[in-house]
């Protein structure tokens, strides 16, 4: 069964950086889009960005433009979202998506 666990988040000041990590199992991971996801109290969860199977092609939400980064390493399974500039807005719990799958999620939480 597909298995998506993700790690990395936790406590950073605004303006700092995190760096998630979302490793797959149960599925040929090189043929697959992976999306990163978020979540914060009281909303509804939204889309954050994508990244093709090859990881030639991202597509970012406007507000993480120019800050995030999804990157994909193939032979590890695995799928990262490099977060720069963090702000108090960003925190949520963050999530990895995969053939209609979800992972558990990782809570990030920007504050002074």
């Known amino acids: 069964q597909v298995q998506l666990v993700e790690s990395g988040g936790g406590l950073v000041q605004p303006g700092g950086s995190l760096r998630l990590s979302c490793t797959a199992s149960?599925?040929?991971?090189?043929?697959?889009?992976l999306s990163w996801h978020r979540q914060s109290p009281g909303k509804q969860r939204e889309f954050v960005a994508r990244i093709s199977p090859s990881g030639g092609n991202t597509v970012y939400t406007d507000s993480v433009k120019g800050r995030f980064t999804i990157s994909r390493d193939n032979d590890k399974n695995t799928v990262y979202l490099q977060m720069s500039t963090l702000k108090p807005e960003d925190t949520a719990v963050y999530y990895c998506?995969?053939?209609?799958?979800w992972g558990q999620g990782t809570q990030v939480t920007v504050s002074s």
């Open positions: 998506y995969a053939i209609s799958s």
């Open positions: 149960g599925f040929t991971f090189s043929n697959y889009y």
